[in-house]
């Protein structure tokens, strides 16, 4: 049987990246999934994959930090497909400053952030999956149970140059799950965080609105030698946008039925020491 049969998802983000590729894997696997994104066309242009997979899904365009807009995403849910298994926050930005393409093409110096910039980020990867959780109970309770998932990152537990904004949002995200898992376990809702390492989405680092590139950083940047790249797996092949759609479908299946609380690391986080310091044998300045 599909390992998400009969299950009702929603994704947030799900116009590109890991959200659109989790939409596709979901909807393979029986689920049928609301995609929502703040870009509808994109939205739009994921349930056409989707449905011409043969799977089942509908758009919506919102903003996760918005509450209406998170209450108008969970009914679109309850009204087209009557109930609510799986909530996946997944939307998120980076922070200005270390991202020149971001950044308007230059760094930015911590002392010069601007505090709508550091606003903004933590309205989106932070209050965005607070909102997601919090409008999410009533339908679980209802359901007898569910699933809610957040994606946080690598960001969380180890350092990276110039994004201590998104880092602490990624931090704030594990506290949040730690927390609600214990709130939460009672009415049969679990919930977990997804952190991926390597094997992302380029466009997270690229202008909103840019076409959606569908393959991580490292199909994207050509041919795959294992051995030049700073990632410490050396697997022979790269790490890949389905890679981290297969965790987050585990931790959100009931094969994690007795899983939750947890910050799982996807694609390589199991040796997140080697990102942050640089051993005298690394190649090459390690990306995002
Ligand atoms: N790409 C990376 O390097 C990387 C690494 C670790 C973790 N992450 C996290 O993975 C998650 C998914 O990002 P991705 O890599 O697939 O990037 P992506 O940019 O390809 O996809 C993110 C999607 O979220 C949407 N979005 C942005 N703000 C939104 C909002 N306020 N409301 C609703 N949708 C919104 C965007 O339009 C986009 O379609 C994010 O939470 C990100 O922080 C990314």
Known sequence: MARLENKVAIITGAGSGLGR???????AEGAKVVVMDVLGDRAEATVKLVTEQGGTAVAVTADTAVEDDVVR?????????????????????????????????????FEDFPLEDWNNVVNVNLTGPFLCAKHSVKPMRENGGGAILVTSSAASMAAYHSISPYSATKAG????????????????????????THGMSPNFLMEPGAPVVGKSYEEAAGPWDKGITPIPLKLDRPPTLLDHAKTALFLVSDDAAYTS?????????????RVSIPFPEDQGTPTL
């Open 21 to 27: 590729e989790a939409a596709r894997l979901f909807a």
């Open 173 to 196: 995200v594990n506290g949040m799950v730690r927390g609600l898992s214990l709130d939460l376990g009672r009415w049969g809702i679990r919930v977990n965080a997804i952190a991926p």
């Open 73 to 109: 995403t969970v009914r679109t849910a309850l009204d087209e497909f009557g109930k609510l298994d799986i909530m996946w926050a997944n939307a998120g930005v980076v922070s200005r400053g270390g991202v020149p393409s971001v950044a308007g093409g230059e760094e930015l110096a």
């Open 261 to 273: 609380g947890q910050v799982v690391s996807s694609c390589d986080g199991g040796t997140l020491a």
